[in-house]
C-alpha cells in the first residue's frame, strides 16, 4: 500500500496542466513598406501570399531576453516564483550561443540554481515538443512545475537579400508554465500531444551553417547557408498536410470530431497555410485562430504566444476544447489538446 501523498501524487500524474501563460515581443516593427526599402518586394505580393503585414524585430535584445520577459509573465499569470520551477526547457534555434544552452542562461536570468535545464531542438515544433516532455517528466515526477518557453530571433538567420525567405520570419517569446496540480478553474488541462518527424525530407529546410558539418575557420565569411534556406512550396504541401493528419489522429485518439473543437490554434507561419489546414479539418476560419499578420512567423515562439494572446483576448474562453497544431524543420510536426 502507498503511503497517501505517493497515491495522492500517482493519481495526479494523469492529469497535467497548463498553469500560466506569457508572451512578449520586441518593440521595433518592421512593416512590409519597410521591406520593399531593403529587398525587390512589395506589400501586395506579402499580404497575398502569406497574410503577413508587419513583424516585430530585436533592436539589441537576445534570445534569453525575450525568454525572459515570456517567462516572467507566464509565471505571474500561474501565481507562481520562479524558484519554484523544477525544471526549464526552452524551444530555440536562435540560443544566444551553443553553449551554454539558453536554458541555462534563463535560469541565471531569473536568479535561480540546481534546477534541470535543456533546450529543445525541434525548430518550430520545438514548444510542442516541450510540452510532450513536459508531460513525461510529470508522469516520472508528479511534483515537477515546468518551464516551457519558445524564444527565438529568427532575424539572426535570416538572409536579407534573400526576398524568398526574408519577408516570412520575426522575433517573440512565448512561455508556459506545467504543472501536475492545478491552480483556480482558469487552468487548461493537456489533455495530449503528439509529435512526430521525417528527417528524410530534412533538407527542404535548412540554417546549416555554423553547424560542425558546415564550419568556418576564424576570419572566413560566412555564406548563404548560415542563414535559413527554404523550398517554399515543398514546405508548403508537407505543412498543410502533416498538421490536418495529426490533428485527425488526436482527435480520433480521444474519439473527438472536428465538431467539438471550439478554437483551432495552428503554427502561425502563413495565413494560406492556416486556413487550409482549417478546411482539410473541416473547422470554420471563425474558430481559427491567426496572427501572423502582426508577429510573421516566430518560429518555436509561435505558438506559446498565440496561446497566450488567444488566452488574454478572450478569443479561447472558460470550457473550450483547444486544438493546437505545429509544423517546422526537422521535418517535425505535432499537436496538443487543452481543455479550458
Ligand atoms: N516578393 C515578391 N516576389 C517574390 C517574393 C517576394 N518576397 N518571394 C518570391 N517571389 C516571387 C518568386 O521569385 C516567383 O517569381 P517567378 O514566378 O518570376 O519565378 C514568384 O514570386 C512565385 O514564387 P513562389 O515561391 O512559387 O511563391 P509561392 O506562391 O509558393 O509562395 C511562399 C511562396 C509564401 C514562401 C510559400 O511557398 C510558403 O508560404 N511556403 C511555406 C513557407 C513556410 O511557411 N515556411 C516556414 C514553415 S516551417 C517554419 O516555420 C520554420
Redesign the pocket.
Known sequence: MLPARKQELAKMSNNVYIRGLGHHVPEKILTNRD?EKI????DD??TS??GISSRHIVDGQTCVDLAYESSMKALQNAGMEPDELTHILVATFTGDMPVPATACLLMERMGIRNKAAMDVAA??SGFVYGLEVARALIALHPDAKILVCGSEI?TSRVNWED???????GDGAGAAVVTGEKNGDKNGELLDVMVSADGGIGMA?TVKGGGSAASYSLGEKVGDEYF?Q?Q?????KH?VRNMSSICKKLLERHGYTSEDVDVLLP?Q??Q??IEAVGKKLSIPVERVFANVDRFG?T?AA?IPIALSEARENGFIKDGNLVLVTT???G?TWGASLIQY
Do not use: K, Q
Not at 526576398?163 to 520570419?169: A, G, K, P, Q
Not at 517554399?232 to 508548403?236: H, L, N, P, Q, T
Open positions: 521591406l529587398v525587390d518586394t512589395n505580393w506579402i501570399r502569406t525548430a518550430c529568427v526576398r524568398s525567405t526574408c519577408v516570412l520570419f529546410l535559413i527554404m517554399g512550396r515543398e514546405i508548403y505543412a503554427h507561419a502563413n494560406r497555410i512567423n518560429s509561435s509544423f517546422g524543420g521535418l
